[in-house]
């Protein structure tokens, strides 16, 4: 049985594991990038805590010993479902059984504006890309004299106060407080304002109320300014737009305010509803005979989960196991299982010595402050792969936890943001300025 795979995230990577070597089964895992991104920790990636390399893993190093797996690093064009084919950039590979794990990207709900300003963080490039920007505002803030035209480059706005947000903004008040008045004392951070907007009641929303309460209160120890319900209507690169008619001037504005699933084409239309495909209970595309969808671009209706599960790396992690299983039993000609997703619990982390955590199982349980962030520390430290990233950001966490500092304050200035000037006009003048003396010097 030939079996593609697209997509190495969570799912994708965990159904792979689930089938490696096993009799039978032939595998081919395709992705755009050569490695595995560990995405809850993209944000310590921003903020100067982890190098992007202690959350990435080569997806071929996973696959080494493997005798039944083989990878292509390519872009997938379309699916052709009547041929059973998928085209790439570099060919077309024939399959028996497809699965679709192609995750989910940023979702700007269709303003482009937001999306050619804003910045995102669904990806390790992006995740340094953010981190390059932080500290090139501050660089640029030394040469602007008028205090409140200084304020716009030191004054940040995270759209989106789920996991990813509360988690962002906690990072960066302590760098706020901890590390930035050492490295720029000529600024003054008590004009630094980092905003959490959201449209809905309050952060967290999706965990507990004691959760959610908990998160609030860290973050107002902390100093950020929440302001829930609100809506970010538009950016322009320094105003940040809000549907209520109010306005925060700021040279950043990150987005972290929802999620649209990455559908490959050749997927119908119809197949498709708020970004995600539709599938039965086996994880199986509705209507289709051998097509599979799993994690972030999948919704399934379950008793439990009537509205689809939610888009978190533990529904992805077991539903590529579970159809890696089922799968399995299809090859021994044995009745394949119905999917339900076991809720553990949810965590967040809000800054050192703050978290919170609601565990489901073994029972029901709310922990919330020190205990909680270690229990967020260790549980994803263990899920990283490779034991050297799990060793580096071990001993990068108990370094910053004793040094209240992050070492990691790389970036490249590239160009001033001051400038009117293009990357490219500036690149142009410098092409002309070496041609001129290459000249003179003839």
Request: charged share 25%.
């Amino acid at each position: 049985m030939k079996v593609i795979i697209i997509g190495a995230g969570f799912a994708g990577l965990d159904l792979a594991q689930k089938l490696n070597n096993r009799e039978g089964i032939e595998v081919l895992l395709i992705d755009k990038v050569t490695y595995h991104q560990f995405q809850p920790l993209f944000y310590q990636v921003a903020t100067s805590a982890l190098e992007p390399s202690s959350i990435s893993f080569p997806i071929r190093k996973v696959f080494q010993r493997s005798r039944n797996i083989r990878i292509r690093i390519t872009r997938v064009q379309a699916i052709r479902r009547a041929q059973n084919i998928v085209e790439t950039d570099t060919g077309s590979y024939p399959y028996d059984v497809l699965v679709i794990a192609t995750g989910a990207d940023t979702n700007y709900f269709g303003n482009e504006k937001l999306a050619s300003l804003a910045l995102p963080m669904k990806s390790t490039l992006e995740a340094v890309k953010l981190k390059n920007r932080i500290i090139n505002n501050f660089e640029d803030a030394l040469e602007v004299a008028d205090p409140m035209e200084r304020k716009k480059y030191l004054t940040i706005v995270i759209a989106g106060a789920g996991p990813t947000g509360v988690e962002l903004a906690g990072a960066i008040s302590e760098m706020r407080k901890n590390m930035l008045p050492k490295d720029y004392p000529e600024l003054d951070f008590r004009m630094m304002d980092i905003y959490l907007l959201d449209g809905l009641e309050k952060p967290l929303f999706n965990m507990s109320p004691q959760s959610s309460g908990d998160a609030s209160q860290y973050l107002n120890e902390l100093g950020i300014i929440q302001k829930m319900k609100t809506i970010v209507k538009d950016y322009d690169g320094e105003n940040v737009m809000l549907a209520d008619g109010g306005v925060i001037k700021s040279k950043t504005l990150i987005w972290a305010a929802g999620v649209k699933g990455n559908v490959p084409a050749g997927i119908e239309p119809e197949l498709v509803i708020k970004g995600r495909i539709r599938v039965d209970r086996f994880n199986k595309v509705i209507g289709t005979p051998n097509i599979y969808a799993i994690g972030d671009i999948a919704t399934m209706e379950t008793p439990l989960y009537p509205k689809g599960h939610p888009q978190l790396a533990s529904v992805a992690k077991s539903q590529g196991k579970f159809l890696g299983r089922n799968l399995i039993r299809y090859t021994m000609g044995e009745p394949m299982e119905e999917y339900e997703f076991e809720n553990k619990g949810s965590m967040a982390t809000i800054a050192r010595g703050r978290g919170v955590v609601d565990m489901e199982k073994p029972f029901k349980m709310h922990l919330n402050g020190v205990l909680a962030w270690m229990t967020w520390m260790l549980l994803h430290a263990s899920l990283l792969h490779g034991g050297k990233n799990r060793v580096i950001v071990f001993v990068n966490w108990l370094y910053k936890l004793f040094s209240f500092d992050q070492t990691l304050r790389l970036a490249e200035r590239y160009y001033s943001l001051l400038s009117d000037k293009t990357i490219e006009e500036i690149k142009s003048e410098d092409c002309r300025e070496a041609e001129e003396n290459s000249k003179a010097q003839m």
